[in-house]
């Protein structure tokens, strides 16, 4: 361990973002070397006459612009000499629910190919095509659905620009105004969204750790009448549970007896390799099924895949997404088929599920054990906050170091939040810089909010 003291006087910044300054500075004039181990935090804050929050910030800070690694009950280390290293971003988001992005060269090679092969026939992909998909694209939602176990009728399956595309035309069929639509006491943001446009009442229900409460589900039929149920049945977004069999068959059978219609949002239904049978198995004719491609291959490959629960239902659903959106892109629609049929949205896939297991397993290293929900795939944390941390606090506390997490305010249905935060692992971040993130969070758990408080 080098003896190591920054001088913070000479910088008129916040402390924190002093120290991490002044290790940029000393690798670069020398007094930093690869592979020497800085002060541990408490003894360097002891030093300086400052919080332990304060040099923890400050060593996050450093590890996140590619300065230093931490490892677990052995310290803090310089990696490199900064002219050596890209600086990376100071902020990192974790408040995005996204798939990890493919870094492969091979993987990512092969995904080029296959844009170029539909950039052969790209003069017609400029054209108007029919709403609803090109017939070889429907065939290629055939296939893909059938990874799930759903083989629809052509005449009940759609091609549409992303999942939000699509429920909106759903809500817009279903419901009307002033109408209620049940969902999970906590939720998809989008829906909510979606609803409050369309003056639709949403209605949360509550949930144990298998889903929705049944009886809580008939209770809600019976008083509330309502139009629709609206549920995430796999990797829940945010709590990452699963609907189990049992309890999906369960759901139906209620939903049958008071005819209210089923919309799945089957967004992660593809992430694991083995999950339930969705509920447009179990109950066709009740269920409006919708798979995104967007968290099981990409964000930005706005495409999903609707099943309607009979022909006659998809007549007044193109007609409203029609008015909306006029059509999927073609030129999208054709990369995700070529992808689906030369085999690279299952690489793509087999990547995600590698790494979100591998950022899910650094999580459990960091973070204490039964302190957060999750499951082995999914590409967040539900972390319930201990007492008297509060969502705003902490998520306020997480924001003022760079960190963005999701509050519980935006999945709660219909008011009453917990105390809880998403904490995303995916998207563009490196796993040091989650990992970093995480172990400030870490932390920061251990702490009372007025030990740990930004105000410097």
Not at 163 to 190: C, F, I, W
Not at 257 to 262: E, L, N
Not at 283 to 307: E, F, M, N, Q
Request: net charge neutral; with cysteine; charged share 20%.
């Amino acid at each position: 361990m080098v003896d190591w003291t920054p001088d913070l006087t000479r910088s008129d910044k916040p402390r924190y973002l002093a120290i991490a300054e002044a290790i940029a500075e000393d690798i670069a004039n020398g007094r930093l070397s690869a592979g020497d181990r800085l002060p541990p935090q408490r003894q360097l804050a002891n030093r300086l006459a400052v919080d332990f929050t304060t040099v923890a910030r400050g060593y996050v800070e450093a590890q996140r612009r590619g300065l230093v690694a931490s490892r677990v009950g052995q310290g803090t280390f310089v990696k490199a000499p900064v002219r050596q290293r890209a600086i990376a971003p100071e902020q990192i988001d974790l408040s995005m629910n996204l798939p990890p992005e493919p870094d492969d060269p091979a993987l990512i090679a092969r995904m080029r190919d296959g844009i170029a092969e539909v950039g052969a026939d790209l003069v017609s992909l400029l054209r108007y095509q029919g709403f609803g998909g090109a017939r070889s694209d429907k065939e290629a939602a055939a296939i893909w659905l059938g990874r799930r176990g759903l083989s629809p009728a052509v005449e009940r399956l759609f091609v549409v620009p992303g999942a939000h595309s699509a429920l909106l035309g759903m809500l817009n069929v279903l419901a009307r105004p002033g109408d209620v639509v049940l969902t999970e006491a906590l939720t998809y943001p989008g829906i909510r969204s979606i609803a409050a446009q369309l003056g639709i009442r949403l209605v949360g229900i509550a949930m144990d750790r298998d889903g929705i409460l049944p009886a809580a589900f008939a209770e809600a039929c019976e008083k509330a009448k309502p139009k629709a149920l609206y549920l995430n049945p796999v990797l829940h977004n945010p709590t990452t549970l699963t609907v189990p069999e049992a309890r999906r068959i369960e759901l139906a059978t209620i939903a049958r007896r008071h005819r209210v219609a089923i919309i799945e949002d089957d967004a992660y239904g593809f992430v694991p390799a083995a999950s339930p049978s969705p509920f447009a198995a179990i109950a066709p004719d009740l269920t409006w099924h919708v798979a995104g491609l967007s968290k099981c291959i990409g964000a930005g490959l706005r495409i999903a895949y609707v099943v309607t629960p009979d022909a006659r239902s998809g007549w007044p659903f193109a007609a409203a997404l029609r008015a909306a959106s006029v059509m999927a892109s073609p030129l999208t629609a054709a990369i995700a088929t070529r992808w689906i049929e030369d085999g690279t949205a299952d690489a793509i896939l087999r990547f995600v599920r590698a790494e979100a297991g591998a950022r899910q397993r650094l999580a459990a290293e960091v973070l204490a054990p039964r302190s957060y929900r999750a499951d082995p795939l999914s590409f967040n944390l539900w972390l319930e906050l201990p007492a008297p941390w509060t969502r705003s606090a902490f998520a306020g506390h997480m924001q003022a170091t760079g960190i963005g997490v999701a509050a519980s305010d935006v999945f709660a249905a219909d008011g009453n939040p917990p105390e809880a935060v998403r904490v995303c692992l995916g998207g563009p971040q490196s796993r040091d810089a989650v990992r970093g993130a995480l172990e400030f969070m870490a932390h920061a758990l251990g702490h009372p909010p007025e030990i740990s408080s930004t105000v410097l």
